[in-house]
């Protein structure tokens, strides 16, 4: 993932509209990826995952997809709802041994 | 399925004290256990690999002798912080291998850590 320790950037958002979040990530030999969601005080939350060899996987409410040739994720949010917000963290799995590198982070903020 | 619990939620200790922290995995055995650490308004960095019956392995930079790790069953990994300084406040988070079958790796809840 993306460098940590750098202040995580932050993403406004009406309710109802989209979101989309966006990690670039370190390792191009990576074949598995997930977006967590946190919230304050607890532990990440599975959202959703890609394995390298597809471009896109849609869940409920959830897209990621993935773009090899520019090491770049992004997670779509389809009418983006205020329990959607948190911190939303892309992770890779860089040599399939379940040990997971961070990106750093988006906060969402739903507005009403 | 897949469910990995985490105890304490919190604690608060004295600086020089010692905590243990513990990781379960409810549903299904874990041969391997992961600790995080997540400074605030940061991201998870990974500490160390706890493996069952065997040594944990520790990532750069992370001491080994004040992080102790024993993953003495399938089912429990656990996280001794020796020696506390405030510095170690922090959040830390577990994560185990997802049995056959299962999708994602999930995590524990986490314990906050505060040394007073």
């Known amino acids: 993932g993306e460098s940590v320790g750098l202040h995580l950037p932050t993403l406004s958002v009406q309710e109802g509209d989209n979101s989309i979040i966006n990690c670039a990530y370190s390792?191009?030999?990576?074949?598995?990826f997930i977006w967590y969601k946190q919230e304050s005080g607890k532990g990440p939350q599975f959202i959703i995952d890609i394995r390298s060899n597809m471009d896109k996987r849609q869940g409920q409410r959830v897209t990621v997809l993935l773009n090899k040739t520019v090491k770049h994720l992004s997670l779509q949010i389809a009418a983006t709802q205020p329990g959607d917000s948190a911190v939303y963290f892309c992770a890779e799995d860089t040599s399939n041994d379940y040990k997971l590198s961070f990106g750093a982070g988006t906060t969402v903020t739903v507005r009403a | 399925g897949a469910v990995v619990s985490q105890h304490p939620s919190w604690v608060i200790c004295k600086s020089g004290t010692s905590v243990k922290i513990e990781c379960r995995s409810l549903d299904f055995q874990a041969t391997t256990m992961f600790w995080y650490r997540q400074f605030p308004k940061q991201s998870l960095m990974l500490m160390a690999t706890s493996n069952e019956g065997s040594k944990a392995t520790y990532e750069q930079g992370v001491e080994k002798d004040k992080f102790l790790i024993n993953h003495a069953s399938l089912t429990l990994s656990t996280l001794t912080v020796t020696s506390a300084h405030p510095e170690d406040s922090s959040f830390y988070i577990c994560?185990?291998?997802?049995?056959?079958?299962?999708?994602?790796?999930?995590f524990g809840s986490g314990t906050r850590l505060t040394v007073v």
């Open positions: 390792n191009s030999a990576s074949d598995y």
């Open positions: 994560s185990a291998s997802p049995p056959e079958g299962a999708y994602g790796y999930t």
